[in-house]
């Protein structure tokens, strides 16, 4: 056993900070510490599982629950994954944010992820806009002259 599995067996508990950006808006990568425990029972729609994908550990929420599975989804990504129960070590159960610490127990927080989920629908559009336009550019070649307009390198 390895890394955060040992972690978490030794401790119930694991904090870290955020690496990657699929949890953004709600974590920063590099800058949000997260507060992982071992799952009490299975997890439920809007939990946060980490999870381990070959090597690679992953947070992302779980958007539904199945028999023996989850469909788990990074807030900040539009792709769905299925996962089993045996792939889940740990669920989310706070965070510190700006120095702020949190729970997921907070309306606030549980605020963010109905409102989050809830507007996917329009977020997805919005991405498979942005990503047709991005095309169009790079074929017209305009990709280096909006760079330049927008500033961005």
């Known amino acids: 056993m390895t890394g955060f599995e040992a972690l978490l067996e030794k401790d119930g508990r694991l904090v870290y ?3 990657g950006r699929s949890m953004e808006p709600m974590l920063r990568e590099n ?5 992982i ?4 029972s299975r997890l439920q729609k809007y939990d946060v ?3 381990k994908r070959g090597e690679q550990y992953v947070l992302h929420r779980v958007i539904a629950v199945g028999d023996g599975f989850y469909r788990i989804r990074g807030d900040n ?4 994954e299925h996962v089993s129960d045996g792939q889940v070590l740990g669920v989310l ?3 510190t944010r700006k120095g702020k610490n949190h ?8 605020f963010y992820v109905r409102f989050w989920n809830a507007i996917y629908p329009l977020r997805f559009v919005w ?11 790079g074929k017209l070649g305009l990709i280096p002259v909006l760079k330049k307009l927008l500033g961005r390198k």
């Open 31 to 35: 800058r949000d510490l997260v507060i």
């Open 49 to 51: 599982a980490l999870y």
């Open 127 to 137: 991405f498979r806009i942005k990503r047709g336009l991005r095309a169009i550019a």
């Open 103 to 110: 729970t997921t127990a907070e309306s606030g927080y549980r």
């Open 77 to 80: 990504t539009y792709s769905m």
């Open 37 to 40: 425990e071992v799952p009490s």
């Open 17 to 19: 900070k955020t690496k």
């Open 93 to 95: 159960t706070g965070f």
